[in-house]
């Protein structure tokens, strides 16, 4: 992923000017700077959530990000089980749409809709998505999670467990490039070390913001200062 002539400014504050900055793929990058440098906001550029002022971004081929935000609000009506499950929206979409086209082939006797049934059928076949009650449950377990009941609703959690719900479900989805802003606020010790072995082990890219050296020491290949890339 490469990063081209980026520049930002909110009103007087410039975060950057044509910072320029190349991912590889594969590649686990610790990402630092000063509070309000504007590591949240380039995280934000790199999911699209933030549209920059100027520059561009390349991603290659087949990247699909996963997005990890401490501070988004969850919908806190659903149980965990329900939560993870989100992880497969893609898969479940894929379902949905095999049952809409057998029930409009039962009608219309039409071979095409069989063939693009049996072609998402074959994506399917090809995911992890006929083990997900077994990852999710393996997921569940070793977080922790299992002791509370998968059944529990998200709203009598503590933050310190929807942390790890919500890292639960994002080691779930099926990314190839995985995006963590401060993960590390408000979870414990345990949690913390699982964390750093699973983005260890995790073959994708990984970039993760902290400021917590002995965090993400252990896994990153290499630290971008943001502060130190800003002017030529
Ligand atoms: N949507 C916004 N509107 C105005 N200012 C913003 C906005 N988002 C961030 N900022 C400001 O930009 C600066 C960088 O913020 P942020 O990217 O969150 O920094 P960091 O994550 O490095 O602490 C801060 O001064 C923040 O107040
Ligand atoms: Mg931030």
Do not use: C, W
Not at 37 to 44: N, Q
Not at 122 to 134: I, V
Not at 149 to 160: I, P, W
Request: proline content about 2%.
């Amino acid at each position: 992923m490469k990063l081209v002539n980026i520049s930002q400014q909110f009103g007087d504050k410039v975060l950057y000017e044509k910072l320029n900055l190349q991912i590889n793929t594969g590649e686990h990058i610790g990402l630092i700077g000063q509070n309000g440098a504007g590591k949240s906001t380039l995280v934000k550029i790199i999911t699209g959530e933030v549209l920059a002022d100027e520059g561009f971004i390349e991603f290659p081929k087949n990247q699909s990000v996963g997005y990890l935000d401490q501070y988004v609000r969850v919908d806190e009506q659903l149980t965990i089980y329900e939560f993870l499950k989100q992880a497969f929206a893609k898969e479940l979409a894929i379902e949905e749409e095999i049952s809409e086209l057998y029930e409009k082939y039962s009608q219309t006797f039409d071979d095409l809709l069989l063939e693009r049934a049996g072609k998402l059928q074959t994506k399917l076949d090809q995911s992890e998505f006929y083990q997900m009650d077994a990852l999710i449950q393996e997921m569940a377990v070793g977080l922790g999670l299992d002791v509370l009941g998968l059944d529990t609703l998200l709203k009598n959690l503590s933050g310190g467990e929807q942390s790890k719900v919500k890292l639960a479900q994002l080691t779930l989805q099926t990314s190839n490039f995985l995006i963590l802003d401060e993960p590390t606020n408000h979870i414990d010790q345990k949690t913390k070390e699982s964390l750093q072995e699973a983005l260890g082990n995790y073959p994708g890219t990984v970039l993760v913001v902290s400021h917590e050296q002995e965090f993400y020491e252990p896994f990153v290949d290499r630290v971008i200062d943001i502060e130190k890339q800003e002017k030529d």
